[in-house]
Every structure is written in structure tokens, then in C-alpha cells.
């Protein structure tokens, strides 16, 4: 099991910045591949990005790529989401998610996902 655990959600204004932590807890946290999505009221879930096991692969969604950053930091078991240039269509409930990382590099689709945090929000006022 792995127990995810998402903070750094808020209000912002729109153009502004907001860094979002995800604590990973249970096991080896450098055998995950990891993702950020998130979920707009009355939306679907989408991919925002993931990251490889060791950080050295990346993907974004084509709505944030440019401005939003995925990173990790595996001596803290942390994946981070840096947001930048922010705007009222980012505000969502952000949540972060944890595959086995056996073969493969980033998952773009949730499903693939095997756990999954609480999720934070976020909200990008006008």
C-alpha cells in the first residue's frame, strides 16, 4: 500500500503561483511512476502531468505544458507540482497518484493509477 498525501492547495489570483506537495508513504517511493490530474465541478478527471521513477522523464498536458513543472524528490518521497501563470480554468480538486513503476516510464491515464490522494484545491480567481 501507499498512503499519498496532497497540501499546498489555495485561492490565487489569476497569473499567479502555487506549488502543490504530494507525501508518499508505505513503500520504496522510487519504484512509482507518479501523477498529478485533476477534477473541474461537473468535469471528468484528466491527466495535468506524471513523472518517471527517477525524474527524468516527464509529460504534461497541452493545457499546462509551459506553465505548470512536475518534479520529485525521492530521498523525501515528495512529488511536487510548481503552477505558474495561473487562470480560472486551472481551478480544480488536484490530486496526485502512484503506479508501479515495472516497465514503464509516465502514465498518462488515470485508470492506470493504482493510488490515489485526497486531493487539494485549487481555486484561480478573475
Known amino acids: 500500500q501507499v498512503q499519498l498525501v496532497e497540501s499546498g492547495g489555495g485561492l490565487v489570483q489569476a497569473g499567479g503561483s502555487l506549488r502543490l506537495s504530494c507525501a508518499a508513504s508505505?513503500?520504496?517511493?522510487?519504484?512509482?511512476?507518479m501523477g498529478w490530474f485533476r477534477q473541474a465541478p461537473g468535469k471528468e478527471r484528466e491527466f495535468v502531468a506524471a513523472?518517471?521513477?527517477?525524474?527524468?522523464?516527464?509529460s504534461y498536458a497541452d493545457s499546462v505544458k509551459g506553465r505548470f513543472t512536475i518534479s520529485r524528490d525521492n530521498a523525501k518521497n515528495t512529488v511536487y507540482l510548481q503552477m505558474s501563470s495561473l487562470k480560472p480554468e486551472d481551478t480544480a480538486v488536484y490530486y496526485c497518484?502512484?503506479?508501479?513503476?515495472?516497465?514503464?516510464?509516465?502514465?498518462?491515464?488515470?485508470?492506470?493509477?493504482?493510488?490515489w490522494g485526497q486531493g487539494t484545491q485549487v481555486t484561480v480567481s478573475s
Open positions: 497518484a502512484a503506479v508501479r513503476a515495472l516497465g514503464i516510464v509516465v502514465v498518462r491515464t488515470w485508470g492506470r493509477y493504482d493510488y
Open positions: 513523472i518517471s521513477w527517477g525524474g527524468g522523464s516527464t
Open positions: 508505505g513503500r520504496t517511493f522510487s519504484n512509482y511512476v
